[in-house]
Nanobody, 124 residues
Framework: QVQLVESGGKLVQAGGSLRLSCAASGRTDSVYRTGWFRQAPGKEREFVAA??????????AYADSVKGRFTISKDNSKDSIYLQMNFLKPEDTAIYYC???????????????WGQGTQVTVSS
């Protein structure tokens, strides 16, 4: 119903910047909120950032670990969402996923569609 494809993940030096992109297709009219999640090796997947998709009420949310460093944005005309990551740390190393939800939520259980993920590796 909704297909998501992430891109932009790569190896980057600590302190550097990277921008991830997620292209959405299919029934994007059913999307209410979009988010980024990440999963590091041996750890559970965690919330990173989220923003409303098309609602006039734009509400941004960030995990404490990335607040002030990461910025989520979207371009509805291109059905795309982005994650600008600055001042990257080795702890940011993970597979990053974009996802969509049909309700207002930061809970990954409420996200219905997921991309395949893109690997971000931050070296020391």
């Amino acid at each position: 119903q909704v297909q998501l494809v992430e891109s932009g993940g790569k190896l980057v030096q600590a302190g550097g910047s990277l921008r991830l992109s997620c292209a959405a297709s299919g029934r994007t009219d059913s999307v209410y909120r979009t988010g980024w999640f990440r999963q590091a090796p041996g750890k559970e997947r965690e919330f990173v950032a989220a923003v409303n998709w098309r609602s006039s009420f734009l509400f941004y949310a960030y995990a404490d670990s990335v607040k002030g460093r990461f910025t989520i944005s979207k371009d509805n005309s291109k059905d795309s969402i982005y994650l600008q990551m600055n001042f990257l740390k080795p702890e940011d190393t993970a597979i990053y996923y974009c996802a969509t939800a049909s309700r207002f939520s930061n809970n990954q259980a409420d996200y219905d569609y997921w991309g395949q993920g893109t690997q971000v590796t931050v070296s020391s």
